[in-house]
């Protein structure tokens, strides 16, 4: 199968890595399979969202997967169990591995479409009331620590809303850094080093990023 392709099997759906969640959500919703609610408002790929174990709202891709295809970059492809995967929060046994996700088989469970349908409207205005989706951003910037809100403690120590050119602290919810105009991205890396450090100093909490670094800083 392509990159973009999604079969259906009763409750299992295998999904091409190049597969939207937004489109995924919505399919699962037609056929009334549960499970991936929280999807329909993250936009990520079905590669991607594996590879950092996307989730929300107590939900998330690792206890849905029941297999993972892989490609390396000398062409050998490899299935992989869910056994072997090693889910955590916000991460999989897949990371810094250089593999590429073919596909994945998930497993959904059946429901009534009227119920998945009120729990994803639910999570839609959720994000809408509480995220910044009027600015870019690349989603939450830190990881929450052990029973504690990253967004809480950067707003408690007073830093919603602070810039560094026009990478800014959204004054809706701390824990994300949103585009005002023409960032750099050694502005955002300024601003994430930044509340850091303020965190560290006042809290006593070193956050560690959830979003992935690429390319060279300058
Ligand atoms: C407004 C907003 C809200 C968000 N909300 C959430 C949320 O609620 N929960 C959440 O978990 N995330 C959230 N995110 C983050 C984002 O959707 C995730 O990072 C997502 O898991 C990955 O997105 P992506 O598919 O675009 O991959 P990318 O961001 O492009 O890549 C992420 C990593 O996966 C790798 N990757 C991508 N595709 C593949 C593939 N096919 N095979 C192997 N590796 C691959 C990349 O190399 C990179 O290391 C949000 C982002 C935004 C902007």
Same mark, same amino acid.
């Given at each position: 199968?392509?990159?973009?392709?999604?079969?259906?099997?009763?409750?299992m759906?295998?999904v091409?890595?190049?597969?939207?969640?937004?489109?995924?959500?919505?399919?699962?919703?037609?056929s009334?399979l549960?499970?991936?609610?929280?999807?329909?408002?993250i936009?990520?790929?079905?590669?991607?969202?594996?590879?950092m174990? $996307?989730?929300?709202?107590?939900q998330?891709?690792?206890?849905?997967?029941q297999?993972v295809?892989?490609?390396?970059?000398?062409?050998?492809?490899?299935?992989?169990?869910k056994?072997?995967?090693?889910?955590?929060?916000?991460?999989?046994?897949?990371?810094?591995?250089?593999?590429?996700?073919?596909?994945?088989?998930?497993?959904?469970?059946?429901?009534?479409?009227?119920?998945?349908?009120?729990r994803?409207?639910a999570?839609?205005?959720?994000?809408?009331?509480?995220?910044?989706?009027?600015?870019?951003? $690349?989603?939450?910037?830190?990881?929450?620590?052990?029973?504690?809100?990253?967004?809480?403690l950067?707003?408690? =120590?007073?830093?919603?809303?602070h810039?560094?050119?026009d $990478?800014?602290?959204?004054?809706?919810?701390?824990?994300?850094i =949103?585009?005002?105009?023409?960032?750099?991205?050694?502005?955002?890396? $300024?601003l994430?080093?930044?509340?850091?450090?303020? =965190?560290?100093?006042?809290?006593?909490?070193?956050?560690?990023?959830?979003?992935?670094i690429?390319?060279?800083?300058?």
């Amino acid at each position: 199968g392509g990159l973009k392709d999604v079969f259906l099997q009763r409750d299992m759906i295998t999904v091409g890595g190049g597969v939207r969640f937004p489109a995924l959500a919505r399919m699962a919703l037609r056929s009334s399979l549960s499970g991936l609610e929280f999807a329909v408002g993250i936009p990520a790929t079905l590669g991607g969202g594996i590879m950092m174990n $996307a989730g929300a709202f107590g939900q998330d891709m690792g206890s849905l997967v029941q297999e993972v295809e892989t490609i390396d970059h000398q062409g050998k492809q490899q299935t992989w169990s869910k056994g072997e995967l090693c889910f955590g929060y916000r991460s999989s046994s897949l990371q810094d591995q250089n593999l590429i996700v073919l596909k994945a088989v998930l497993r959904l469970t059946p429901a009534l479409k009227e119920d998945i349908a009120a729990r994803m409207d639910a999570n839609l205005a959720s994000r809408c009331k509480i995220q910044p989706l009027d600015f870019p951003s $690349a989603g939450s910037v830190f990881r929450n620590p052990p029973h504690d809100h990253a967004g809480r403690l950067i707003e408690e =120590v007073g830093l919603k809303g602070h810039r560094i050119g026009d $990478a800014m602290v959204s004054p809706k919810h701390a824990n994300f850094i =949103v585009n005002c105009g023409s960032a750099a991205g050694r502005d955002i890396l $300024a601003l994430i080093k930044t509340v850091q450090k303020q =965190v560290c100093g006042e809290k006593g909490i070193m956050l560690v990023p959830e979003v992935l670094i690429m390319g060279e800083e300058g």
